[in-house]
Nanobody, 126 residues
Framework: QLQLVESGGGLVHPGGSLRLSCAASGFSLDWVQIGWFRQAPGKEREGVSC????????SYADSPKGRFTISRDNAKNTVYLQMRSLKPEDTAVYYC???????????????????WGQGTQVTVSS
């Protein structure tokens, strides 16, 4: 059974850091792309970052670029999202999702992902 479990969210001051984890079970990361998405109250879900299972290609949305880093640990079957220099506008529920692996790129569209975690809340506030 495919399962994704996010963890690591919480309350942090502006300028702080958090590391989100997405633990996968029931499948290998080698065969999927993993995307991080977020949804703030009253806003649509947006792609944050993704990583391809085939070759580890990564991609970032413009807003978190330079502040967030996506990585994976195949031995632990876990994908991480390291978030630094957090801003209040980063406040959202963060989801990880899995979709068919692509070679050479990964998708920032939620339509390309089939399995989703339950989400973890990130709140950036002073």
């Amino acid at each position: 059974q495919l399962q994704l479990v996010e963890s690591g969210g919480g309350l942090v001051h502006p300028g702080g850091s958090l590391r989100l984890s997405c633990a996968a079970s029931g499948f290998s990361l080698d065969w999927v792309q993993i995307g991080w998405f977020r949804q703030a109250p009253g806003k649509e879900r947006e792609g944050v970052s993704c990583i391809s299972g085939r070759d580890g290609t990564t991609s970032y949305a413009d807003s978190p670029k330079g502040r967030f880093t996506i990585s994976r640990d195949n031995a632990k079957n876990t994908v991480y999202l390291q978030m630094r220099s957090l801003k209040p506008e980063d406040t959202a529920v963060y989801y990880c999702a899995a979709g068919p692996a692509l070679f050479g790129y990964c998708s920032d569209s939620s339509k390309d992902y089939n399995d989703w975690g339950q989400g973890t809340q990130v709140t950036v506030s002073s």
